[in-house]
């Protein structure tokens, strides 16, 4: 990717740490929608950051952007800040269409990238930003807001420290009444998310992929189940459904020796680990199976508070400072894309496995 080494993601990013006035990186905003608010937030309030534009094609988005950021620029055309030579980094945070041709432009300006999930919307227009970034040593983060959450990076200390010992399953549930999306369905509006955790916690490469699902209102479908297959018999699931009379943002990790829930809607102990699990033991024959169940503690660890995307957006100025690949860069991006995209075609064809 570039000439940096790979960054892992750091405790807190870089809290403390002494700020050369070099560091500072100057960055402009594409997109101030519903997600932009949140990251020219988050942006505003780093010292790392010199927030010089917002643009959005809709004077209205422009015209709430001015009452909260009075000293920054505002501009309806793109061009003004892909080429302004008072910017060092661009984040795109538009519809998922026009993710490949505002972060190419970018990119050909000299600009390091922040672009929102889905990366792009096939893996060719990744592989393309990924070899322009490299030949330009620029950097390129995709916004997988999650990784950076106090739960997520729980659930990888844990999964990482074999607590769970050997994994066997992930299966996430991610479903609402809404927001329908009108350019895509809701494997790429939503599953990303989820793919972009099981790809961060499961370290094994999937081997195949099997997605059904329905359209029942809009021509893209609006609920779907991807079923993702690992070697060593790991198995992950994600229901996604913008037709879901109640909110359920849940994901279950089992191992053999113990099994994580992780309800992103508890606001205290949204992680709880069951030390519970099965052993079959055989004696002569299927017959003589001897199953024997263990339940014993269950605790919830403490996780920690901080908005995910300001330890992303500080980790991403501190890639640029130091010269680092984000870990959540232009190739963990793709291995998202390949995933939506195979789902897609899955779905479309009512389940057909779709080799990796
Ligand atoms: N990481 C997350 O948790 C998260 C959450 C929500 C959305 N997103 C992502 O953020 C992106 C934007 O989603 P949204 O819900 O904010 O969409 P949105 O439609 O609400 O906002 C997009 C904004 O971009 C502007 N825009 C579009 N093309 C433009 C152009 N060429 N030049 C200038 N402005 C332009 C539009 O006018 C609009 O205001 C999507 O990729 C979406 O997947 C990420």
Same mark, same amino acid.
Request: aromatic share 8%; charged share 25%; with cysteine.
């Given at each position: 990717?570039?000439?940096?080494?790979?960054?892992?993601?750091?405790?807190?990013?870089?809290?403390?740490?002494?700020?050369?006035?070099?560091?500072?990186?100057?960055?402009?905003?594409?997109?101030?929608?519903?997600?932009?608010?949140?990251?020219?937030?988050?942006?505003?309030?780093?010292?790392?950051? +010199? #927030?010089?534009?917002?643009?959005?094609?809709?004077?209205?988005?422009? =015209?709430?952007?001015?009452?909260?950021?009075?000293?920054?620029?505002?501009?309806?055309?793109?061009?003004?800040?892909?080429?302004?030579?008072?910017?060092?980094? /661009?984040?795109?945070?538009?519809? !998922?269409?026009?993710?490949?041709?505002?972060?190419?432009?970018?990119?050909?300006?000299?600009?390091?990238?922040? /672009? +929102?999930?889905?990366?792009?919307?096939?893996?060719?227009?990744?592989?393309?930003?990924?070899?322009?970034?490299?030949?330009?040593?620029?950097?390129?983060? !995709?916004?997988?807001?999650?990784?950076?959450?106090?739960? !997520?990076?729980?659930?990888?200390?844990?999964?990482?420290?074999?607590?769970?010992?050997?994994?066997?399953?992930?299966?996430?549930?991610?479903?609402?009444?809404?927001?329908?999306?009108?350019?895509?369905?809701?494997?790429?509006?939503?599953?990303?998310?989820?793919?972009?955790?099981?790809?961060?916690?499961?370290?094994?490469?999937?081997?195949?992929?099997?997605?059904?699902?329905? =359209?029942?209102?809009?021509?893209?479908?609006?609920?779907? @189940? *991807?079923?993702?297959?690992?070697?060593?018999? *790991?198995?992950?699931?994600?229901? /996604?459904?913008?037709?879901?009379?109640?909110?359920?943002?849940?994901?279950?990790?089992?191992?053999?020796?113990?099994?994580?829930?992780?309800?992103?809607? +508890?606001?205290?102990? =949204? *992680? =709880? *680990?069951?030390?519970?699990?099965?052993?079959?033991?055989?004696? +002569?024959?299927?017959?003589?199976?001897?199953?024997?169940?263990?339940?014993?503690?269950?605790?919830?660890?403490?996780?920690?508070?901080?908005?995910?995307?300001?330890?992303? #957006?500080?980790? @991403?100025?501190?890639?640029?400072?130091?010269?680092?690949?984000?870990?959540?860069?232009?190739?963990?991006? #793709?291995?998202?894309?390949?995933?939506?995209?195979?789902?897609?075609?899955?779905?479309?064809?009512?389940?057909?496995?779709?080799?990796?």
């Amino acid at each position: 990717m570039s000439s940096g080494s790979a960054s892992s993601m750091p405790a807190e990013v870089n809290q403390g740490a002494s700020r050369r006035a070099s560091d500072v990186v100057r960055v402009g905003v594409i997109g101030y929608g519903y997600w932009g608010p949140n990251i020219v937030r988050n942006l505003h309030s780093l010292d790392s950051c +010199e #927030l010089v534009a917002v643009c959005d094609k809709n004077p209205a988005a422009l =015209k709430r952007a001015s009452r909260a950021y009075p000293g920054v620029k505002l501009t309806t055309d793109f061009a003004e800040v892909l080429t302004s030579p008072d910017i060092d980094a /661009v984040a795109v945070v538009t519809p !998922v269409w026009t993710h490949y041709d505002l972060a190419k432009q970018a990119l050909e300006n000299g600009k390091h990238v922040f /672009v +929102e999930k889905p990366f792009t919307s096939s893996s060719a227009q990744a592989e393309e930003l990924i070899e322009l970034a490299a030949r330009k040593n620029l950097k390129i983060m !995709v916004d997988h807001t999650f990784l950076f959450s106090g739960a !997520v990076r729980k659930i990888k200390e844990i999964v990482d420290a074999g607590t769970l010992g050997p994994l066997y399953y992930f299966d996430s549930t991610r479903v609402n009444l809404g927001l329908f999306q009108h350019d895509v369905s809701v494997v790429w509006d939503l599953a990303p998310h989820d793919l972009s955790i099981m790809d961060y916690i499961i370290k094994e490469r999937p081997e195949a992929v099997v997605a059904t699902g329905a =359209k029942h209102l809009n021509g893209v479908a609006d609920m779907a @189940f *991807i079923t993702v297959y690992f070697p060593g018999n *790991i198995i992950a699931h994600v229901n /996604v459904n913008w037709l879901s009379p109640v909110k359920i943002r849940s994901t279950m990790i089992g191992g053999r020796d113990k099994m994580l829930v992780w309800n992103d809607l +508890e606001a205290d102990e =949204k *992680i =709880k *680990i069951y030390d519970k699990g099965v052993q079959l033991t055989s004696a +002569e024959g299927v017959y003589d199976l001897l199953v024997s169940y263990r339940s014993g503690d269950v605790w919830a660890p403490r996780c920690q508070q901080t908005e995910a995307l300001k330890v992303e #957006l500080e980790y @991403f100025l501190d890639c640029i400072a130091r010269d680092q690949s984000p870990m959540n860069d232009g190739v963990a991006g #793709l291995r998202v894309v390949r995933l939506l995209e195979s789902a897609e075609t899955s779905l479309q064809a009512r389940g057909k496995v779709i080799e990796l």
